[in-house]
């Protein structure tokens, strides 16, 4: 069976966490002027809970998600435990009508403990098991037929499976997508360069654009064109609230979110950003329907808890758009 397409990356099963006990401290770091924030509970004590839900989460349970809500025919290749939470997840995507593609190990599933912040921001505490053991020779490349194939965030012996996964994607004429996360960036575009090189839709916010290409104070255009000469032909930065850009065949876009949208909590946010933007361009090929798509999408996903309850089919997110639209400004690169 051909699909639209492929998701791989983790599978994570969520605990989310709320209490009115912790702290928000402003630390100062090593350079001049430099500062984080960070949340704070008092040592020693028993601090009592407000509130705490459990969701599936994981770079490609998440992104699947989206792709099957937006009425694409999506697999999903990730490594789960056969433990009560692997079974959740599988249960999960069966219920979105999204294929396993993956595999079972005798692992624990990864597991995430997610804290709420006072500014709705939110610290993850993350157990990574199954996922990270997933080879290259545990995928079953007979069903790796696709449009596209997304990769999500990976570490270790999966993050070289992606790379692999990657090149044999573009030898089979399967376009590829690739989201890192923070401590895959940090490690700078001589450790990424192989899976950047078969990329050809890369997304990531602005702090891991800084890190890839160690342009740190620069320009969101320099960092769009300093990340495009490493392969990509589309290259996506979001900004938090301050919006998105993007550059494609040298035509450059920004959107601008709503700045009335109520911030719940922020999980999956940029997963639903970038699967939408994926699912827009498989469906349409308009780069600016896509980023419409993609700010309705991260911002339903961000005004309620968890990283997928909300995610929107393509009829909710047309309808969306159509009553509030995002400010979109285009140019040329230069």
Not at 21 to 50: C, F, M
Request: with cysteine.
């Amino acid at each position: 069976m051909a699909y639209d397409v492929i998701s791989m990356g983790s599978a994570v099963y969520d605990m989310f966490i709320y209490t009115s006990k912790a702290q928000t401290e402003i630390l100062k770091l090593r350079h001049p002027g430099e500062k984080s924030e960070h949340i704070a509970y008092p040592t020693g004590a028993k601090v009592l809970i407000d509130q705490v839900c459990f969701d599936i989460g994981g770079g490609a349970t998440n992104t699947a998600t989206c792709f099957s809500r937006l009425g694409l025919k999506a697999g999903c290749i990730c490594k789960v435990g056969g433990d009560i939470y692997g079974k959740q997840i599988l249960g999960c995507l069966k219920k979105e009508r999204v294929d396993f593609l993956g595999s079972i190990s005798g692992e624990h599933t990864d597991f995430s403990v997610v804290l709420d912040s006072k500014n709705h921001d939110r610290t993850i505490l993350a157990f990574k098991g199954a996922s990270s053991t997933l080879a290259f020779s545990g995928i079953n490349l007979g069903r790796v037929r696709a449009k596209w194939l997304y990769i999500a965030t990976m570490t270790g012996e999966a993050y070289r499976a992606s790379e692999r996964l990657a090149a044999y994607a573009k030898r089979k004429g399967i376009n590829v997508a690739f989201n890192p996360s923070t401590y895959l960036a940090e490690k700078g575009y001589s450790y990424l360069k192989r899976l950047l090189s078969s990329t050809d839709l890369l997304v990531l916010n602005r702090e891991e654009a800084m890190l890839v290409t160690g342009m740190n104070g620069k320009s969101l255009k320099a960092m769009l064109a300093r990340l495009g000469s490493y392969g990509p032909g589309t290259v996506i930065i979001t900004d938090g609230p301050k919006g998105a850009c993007a550059c494609q065949k040298n035509k450059y876009y920004y959107i601008e979110p709503h700045k009335s949208t109520k911030i719940v909590e922020t999980t999956g946010a940029g997963d639903a950003f970038a699967s939408a933007f994926l699912a827009g361009i498989i469906r349409t090929g308009n780069a600016e329907l896509a980023l419409q798509l993609a700010v309705a999408n991260a911002e339903s996903v961000i005004s309620h808890f968890g990283a997928h309850n909300k995610l929107l089919t393509w009829k909710e997110a047309v309808a969306r758009i159509k009553k509030r639209p995002a400010k979109i400004i285009t140019g040329i690169l230069r």
